[in-house]
């Protein structure tokens, strides 16, 4: 067996050591295979049964539509989709297929959906050449039906020892491993703050993405170390190199053990000035690990998440169950519910082309633009939360804000949605604090247009940086253009941070910056006192601040702000780390 090496961008700090599982995914990877005559009729049969299911699939949206939890033109998109899968281009003709080829279901799909396309390319109407998506989406609701339970990750012998392998894992895929207890995971592609590198930390589990060939070099079941920190696969490696990797694991373990000592210990620097500590989370499920860890607060709870992975919208109810469990699991202490940012990378599969296929997703119809565009889902969530605020102490936080009339249209939906809860003699907080998002470059130019609006702000600098600097945090060809450390995001942090602290509303840091530990004494000095961050770093941050004084900070910090390069701005943070 030959040993090798394959170095990436380490996406989740920490060392596993493993075995591969290749994970296949019904788009990227149809299975051909010929079948003998005899299987050609079952073949035939199940193929038949697959579009059965899918048309049931359909069904069920329609009828998750009657309780008014889905927008109106989700009604046009599923006809759309029904009339697809109905067409004997794509109901018939794979079946034909299948008998003249004597091939598998998929492959004979994944043919006829060729020739579809390629059909669709060569119209010149516009209109038209874009319904090749829903063409694309139909079959692809096909083949998971064919291929098994759609989106299901395989289920791994022994799940610790499992090293993920992908070419791409959407975060839709990541949040499925709260449920496993995977080892670590490697990707072809990806960058640093992209949502499913987000969750991958959160998971603390070594990650590491933007490996370029991973998928294609490395087999089943060979023996992987994943470096998380380093962002380094081995492959093979030999006795020497694994008792050396072995030792370090014991190391960082015991490391982790230590923290755990913190856990109560109030996040005060040498100087005494008190910092609140709080959680990222998605799911209700990350409650443990967040009182595990101390948090003091959940600074932003991913509502999205709970849209994920999923056949239909999630109700009221149950939205108003996850958002309950979690306020009253932090037992008053404050529970940030961001509404639900989706769009660019969280796409959701029920609502798969309920819009066009956006050129640029990133800059399209995304978070709270996507809630004012679907008044509905928008009010059926914020019920949901209001209806949650009785239980706890909760708060409502507003993503990707970029003028003011945003915030007022937000306000008057809450103000609706409350109205009608006082209607049905609902409980709830009347007097819930709502908060902003800061994570486009705008939303800082101009705070003070707003600021007076919101009862506190929150700045996410994964969007920030995306948006600043005009790089896809997703992406990994530009990634080494994605810099937490350039002037123009330190300049944009100290101005944010200052007009917040001036007109006396609290501001955090939501984004990755909060949980980098060699960021935290920046951030200090910067003159922030709240940090929200994945459970798992939150020892980490709260033994920095402990060993931290703000006073002594200021001078560098002061430097920081006026230095011009990236280069010197990460010379003078060594500098604050090492006193
Ligand atoms: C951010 O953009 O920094 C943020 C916290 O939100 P998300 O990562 O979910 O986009
Ligand atoms: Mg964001």
Not at 495 to 512: D, L
């Amino acid at each position: 067996m030959v040993s090798f090496a394959l170095n990436g961008v380490g996406v989740s700090g920490g060392i596993a050591i493993g075995r591969a599982q290749l994970v296949s995914h019904a788009t990227l990877e149809v299975a051909h295979y010929t079948i003998p005559a005899s299987k050609v009729e079952p073949e035939i049969a199940r193929f038949t049964n697959a579009i059965k299911e899918v048309q049931k699939e359909l069904e069920n949206l329609h009828a998750a539509m009657t309780s008014g939890d889905v927008p109106g033109e989700f009604g046009a998109f599923l006809d759309v989709h029904w009339m697809i899968l109905t067409d004997p281009t794509i109901s018939d003709a794979p079946k034909k297929i299948i008998l003249e080829q004597r091939c598998n279901a998929e492959w004979a799909l994944t043919q006829q959906m060729g020739v579809l396309v390629d059909q669709f390319d060569q119209i010149e109407d516009s209109y038209l050449r874009e319904r090749k998506a829903d063409i694309v989406q139909v079959g692809e609701r096909i083949l998971k039906r064919l291929m098994g339970k759609p989106g299901a990750l395989p289920a791994p012998v022994a799940e610790e020892q499992t090293i993920l392998v992908a070419h791409d894992l959407s975060p839709a895929d990541v949040i499925q491993f709260k449920h496993h207890h995977y080892g670590a995971f490697l990707t072809d592609v990806g960058g640093v703050t992209s949502h499913t590198a987000i969750v991958a930390r959160s998971l603390n589990v070594p990650a590491v993405v933007a490996t370029h060939n991973a998928r294609q070099l490395i087999r089943d079941s060979e023996m992987l170390i994943v470096d998380g920190d380093a962002g380094v696969v081995i492959i093979n490696p030999d006795r020497a190199v694994l008792s050396e990797y072995r030792l370090k694991q014991s190391e960082l373990e015991l490391e982790r053990q230590k923290l755990k000592r913190l856990r109560t210990k109030r996040a005060e620097t040498l100087d005494g000035v008190q910092i609140e500590l709080y959680a990222n989370i998605e799911l209700p499920e990350d409650l443990a690990q967040t009182l595990d860890n101390g948090a003091t607060g959940v600074g932003l709870f991913r509502s999205e998440f709970l849209f994920l992975n999923r056949d239909g919208l999630p109700s009221e109810d149950e939205q108003f169950e996850a958002y309950r469990a979690v306020a009253e699991g932090m037992e008053g202490r404050p529970v940030t519910i961001r509404t639900f940012d989706l769009g660019a990378d969280k796409a959701i599969e029920s609502l798969e082309g309920l819009a066009r296929v956006a050129p640029n997703p990133a800059l399209g119809l995304r978070a709270v633009r996507f809630c004012l565009a679907e008044p509905r889902l928008f009010l059926t969530q914020l019920r949901a939360i209001l209806r949650a605020s009785h239980y706890g102490k909760v708060r409502i936080l507003v993503p990707m804000l970029a003028s003011s009339n945003e915030i007022d249209q937000t306000l008057v939906m809450i103000d609706h949605a409350k109205e009608a809860l006082r209607d049905q003699g609902v409980p709830f907080d009347s007097g819930i604090e709502v908060g902003g998002m800061i994570e486009i470059p705008a939303a800082v130019i101009a705070m003070d247009a707003f600021i007076a609006r919101l009862d506190f702000l929150s700045i996410g600098t994964n969007d920030l940086i995306q948006y600043t600097l005009a790089v896809d945090r997703a992406d990994e060809a530009v990634a080494h253009l994605y810099n937490p450390l350039h002037p123009a995001i330190i300049r944009l942090l100290a101005q944010a941070i200052s007009t917040a602290n001036k007109a006396k509303r609290p501001i955090a840091v939501c984004g990755e910056m909060a949980g980098e530990v060699n960021l935290t004494r920046l951030l200090l000095g910067l003159g922030l006192r709240n940090f929200s961050m994945h459970p798992a770093h939150l020892l980490e941050v709260k033994q920095r601040v402990l060993t931290s004084e703000v006073a002594a900070a200021k001078p560098i910090v002061d430097r920081i702000r006026r230095a011009d390069s990236p280069e010197r701005i990460s010379l003078l943070v060594d500098k604050l780390n090492a006193s």
